[in-house]
């Protein structure tokens, strides 16, 4: 079980999650100290690990439009956060599966900071509250990419194969 | 089959594709800009422990232009610049623009500009707006630096998913002062910021046959401010004008075009024959509105330029309006000319003197304050006109400014009065 630790709005974009001022960092051991810079209160709360593993950012719809920026995703999963959003934009959840970045779409999900959530194989459960969402299923085109554990292994193991 | 079902069939070597099924097509090319510091990184991660030499599979189909931070506005970019250099050296990459007054500029006029990508292709490239190049009939969409990674080293796009497609209908010519910029802004406040996610937008009607390539790449440029995966137009007889005559393309030009039976989700019909001049409000896209609703507006920053609107005609509409007169008191106003060539072309042209002479400062073809690196930053609370695409809060390096997007005359005729002004009333 995983506490909300903040409830955004819709249209989250990658320069609300990663500033275009920060992109000629691009390390993921650097990334994390950028994420929602501009967010003061909440950036320094990440950045001084005030959150367990697993916590749990909710997002309305498109979360995640804009810039294909790897960094709005690699500077989450620095911190070990999870996404649960109504939508999300189309460049965000493939970074995400590819790097590995925790994403469940849940079009009704109900949720407000502070609340604990479980994230089950279909569905998002709010204890807080006791009501259960629905999870639409990520795209069947990416799963082999999920079950290597990410682009990376997934492309080294094509790789090989045809070497 | 719709455009992209075509080329996606090609392209993965089927007879036929329909929407949802998984293909891996060939990358006929990948594009990336000083992001290829880090694709670089994941690349050399695919390679580890597997005893494979680390080469790209395709120099000849991968193209990298320094766009974003030039000249490099940091040590930081620098050695990114110099690390991409490296590799680019390594590799025998040849679709390589460096940092250069001649042969630089902007990713998405670079490619068409150099015939880099052609009717029918499946172009990758790690920026969002790479759905720019649909305006040469091209399958073109952004993706991350893991995925860029992943395609240099297979030569193809893994586990894609084939998209619907929204068919918009055009018709209607431009009233005076309005053009393919204002249609774009009206289509994405229609159907929203999320309104064409995972899906493509393919454009036909009698205003697209009579648009420019120029005002394509604009329309195709923003089609992912819709969520849209790519814009394409099919390409047609302006599009083999284009690469013959500007872009010096000799060889065959074979279109694609879709079938009469083509299936689409949506249809959606604009007429813009009586379409007003269409501002783009903070903070959102597709908080739309027709422009006497914000007419008015102080605004501090002007930007004319970047990948949707920094072209000839761009330039050309701008000056005429600037000609013989003064930015106002007050604001500043940049010009970025998307490429070198276009820059050089808006020298021959006297444009670059009528910026000038207005008090506009002239910039190196570059993304510049578009992303809010460099070049252009806003103050606290200040507020931009400009013709780049996204108006997201913080997107000009100020998380409490304000950017207003419209069309290259608009954001002319708002220069010299200092306020958002109608360029049809000037």
Known sequence: ?163 | MTVVEKILARAAGQASVKVGDVVEPKVDLAMSHENAALVINQFQEVFQGTGIEPKVWDPSRIAIIFDHRVPAESPKTATNHKKIRGFVAANGITKFHDVRGDVGGICHQILPEYGYVRPGFVVLGTDSHTTSHGALGAFSFGVGATEMASAWSLGIAVNIEVPATIKVVVKGAFPPMVGPKDLILHLIGKLTAQGANFKVLEFHGETIRNMSTSGRIAICNMSVEAGATSGIVPGDEETVRYLREEAGVTEAIPCVTPDADATYVQTVEIDVSALAPQIACPHMVDNVKSIEHVVGTKVQQIVIGSCTNGRLDDLADAAAILRGKKVAEGTRMLVFPASSKIFAKALDMGYIHDFMKAGAVVMNSGCGPCLGVHEGALGDNEVALSTTNRNFKGRMGNPTGEVYLCSPVVAAASAITGVITDPRKG
């Open chain 1, 1 to 163: 079980m995983s506490k909300v630790i903040i409830k955004l709005e819709n249209d989250i974009s990658t320069d609300d999650i990663y500033p275009g001022r920060f992109m000629a960092t691009v390390l993921p051991t650097e990334t994390p100290q950028f994420a929602f810079f501009d967010r003061t209160e909440f950036n320094a709360q990440l950045k001084a690990k005030a959150f367990p593993a697993g916590s749990i950012i909710v997002g309305g719809e498109n979360f995640g439009c804009g810039s294909s920026r790897e960094q709005a995703c690699s500077t989450l999963k620095g911190h070990e956060v999870a996404v649960v959003a109504k939508s999300i934009s189309r460049i965000f959840l493939q970074n995400s599966i590819n790097l590995g970045l925790q994403v469940v779409i849940c079009p009704s999900i109900e949720a407000s900071e502070g609340d604990e959530l479980e994230i089950t194989a279909d569905q998002v459960l709010n204890k807080t509250t006791g009501k259960a969402f629905e999870q639409v299923k990520l795209p069947a085109a990416r799963k082999g990419i999920m079950d290597a554990g990410g682009l990376i292994p997934y492309t080294r193991a094509r790789l090989m194969a045809r070497a």
